[in-house]
C-alpha cells in the first residue's frame, strides 16, 4: 500500500522559509510515470496546485509561486520536498503532497500539515 | 487554464436520498480528463473517479460519473452516512491542472 507521511512546521514567521518533506513507502520515487505533487488549501478553501516533480529533477511550478518555490526530490531517501520562501499570512494553508499518476489524476495523498504563518 | 465551476455550492439532503453534482469547465475537456475527490473533515482528499468514469478503488457502485465535454456530473444514487464529505472535480486535460470549487454534501 503506497502512503506518502509528511514532516515539517506548523509556524511560521512573516518572512521565513516553509520546508516540507514527504517521505514515499510502498512505492518507487524513482518509478518512471509519477510525478510528486505538492497541494495546498487555504482554511475553508478549495485545493490550489502548487508544483510537481519528475524522478529525473525536472519540476513544474504553479506561476504564481515560481519566484518563491523550490521543489526537490532524493531517490535515496524515497523522498521530496517543498521550500517556500517569504511567507506570509496569505500562504497559511493545509499542505498535502501526493502522488499524481502520468500527469493525470492524484491517486495517493498526504495526510496533511497546517502551516500556519503569524508573527 | 481552464477554469472548473461546481454546483451546487451545498446540497443538503437525507440518507437515502439522490444527489446530483455538476462541474463545469470554461473550455472542452480533451479525453474527458476530469477527476473528483472525496473529502471529508479533517482529511486529506480520495480519489473518487478519474477518466470521468471511472471508479478508482473501493468506490461502491451506487457513486457514478459522467460527462464530456464540459459539462461533468458525480451522481450518487442513494445517500450512505459516509457520502456525506466535499467533492471536488478537476482537470487534467490542458496543463496546468485545475480543481473546482468543491460541492458540500451535507444532512439534511
Known amino acids: 500500500q503506497v502512503q506518502l507521511q509528511q514532516s515539517g512546521p506548523g509556524l511560521l514567521k512573516p518572512s521565513q522559509t516553509l520546508s516540507l518533506t514527504c517521505t514515499v513507502s510502498?512505492?518507487?520515487?524513482?518509478?518512471?510515470?509519477?510525478?510528486w505533487t505538492w497541494i495546498r488549501q487555504h482554511p475553508g478553501k478549495g485545493l490550489e496546485w502548487i508544483g510537481y516533480?519528475?524522478?529525473?529533477?525536472?519540476?513544474y511550478y504553479n506561476p504564481s509561486l515560481k519566484s518563491r518555490l523550490t521543489i526537490s526530490i532524493d531517490t535515496s531517501k524515497n523522498q521530496f520536498s517543498l521550500n517556500l520562501t517569504s511567507m506570509t499570512a496569505a500562504d497559511t494553508a493545509v499542505y498535502y503532497c501526493?502522488?499524481?499518476?502520468?500527469?493525470?489524476?492524484?491517486?495517493?495523498w498526504g495526510q496533511g500539515a497546517l502551516v500556519t504563518v503569524s508573527s | 487554464e481552464i477554469v472548473l465551476t461546481q454546483s451546487p455550492g451545498t446540497l443538503s439532503l437525507s440518507p437515502g436520498e439522490r444527489a446530483t453534482l455538476s462541474c463545469r469547465a470554461s473550455?472542452?475537456?480533451?479525453?474527458?480528463?476530469v477527476a473528483w475527490y472525496q473529502q471529508k473533515h479533517g482529511q486529506a482528499p480520495r480519489l473518487v473517479f478519474y477518466g470521468a468514469s471511472t471508479r478508482a478503488t473501493g468506490i461502491p457502485e451506487r457513486i457514478s460519473g459522467s460527462g464530456s465535454g464540459t459539462e461533468f456530473s458525480l451522481t450518487i444514487s442513494r445517500l450512505e452516512p459516509e457520502d456525506f464529505a466535499v467533492y471536488y472535480c478537476q482537470q487534467y486535460g490542458t496543463a496546468p491542472l485545475t480543481f473546482g470549487g468543491g460541492t458540500k454534501v451535507e444532512i439534511k
Open positions: 516533480i519528475y524522478n529525473t529533477g525536472n519540476t
Open positions: 501526493a502522488r499524481r499518476y502520468s500527469k493525470a489524476y492524484l491517486d495517493y
Open positions: 473550455q472542452s475537456i480533451s479525453n474527458s480528463h
Open positions: 510502498g512505492a518507487s520515487i524513482s518509478s518512471d510515470g509519477y510525478y
